[in-house]
């Protein structure tokens, strides 16, 4: 069992920069990819970035790529998303995800998921 919990979302304005943390429990974290998905009111769910079990891997969304960046401490079963030259069309809620699977944008791979981040960027 791995249990996910986020943390790092807020306000912030076009522009601005945020930085999410998944904290993991469990001593197999490093067994795991690492996702981050997000969903925005009346949308669907969807792909962010991803992050394989050593870090060596990422895969992004292409509305993303260049401004978030995905990574990992393994030391510290916590993944990172770091978020620049957030947009207005940025803000939904942000979820991290875990699987034994390579980085891939399906969420039906992932096995676990956390709570959510409430991410809001203002224009």
């Known amino acids: 069992q791995v249990q996910l919990v986020e943390s790092g979302g807020g306000l912030v304005q076009a522009g601005g920069s945020l930085r999410l943390s998944c904290a993991a429990s469990?001593?197999?974290?490093?067994?795991?990819?690492m996702g981050w998905f997000r969903q925005a009111p009346g949308k669907e769910r969807e792909f962010v970035a991803a992050?394989?079990?050593?870090?060596?891997?990422?895969y992004y969304a292409d509305s993303v790529k260049g401004r978030f960046t995905i990574s990992r401490d393994n030391a510290k079963n916590t993944v990172y998303l770091q978020m620049n030259s957030l947009k207005p069309e940025d803000t939904a809620v942000y979820y991290c995800a875990a699987g034994i699977t390579t980085a891939q944008a399906r969420s039906h791979v992932y096995d676990y998921w956390g709570q959510g981040t409430q991410v809001t960027v203002s224009s």
């Open positions: 992050i394989s079990w050593s870090g060596g891997s990422t």
């Open positions: 469990g001593r197999t974290f490093s067994s795991y990819a």
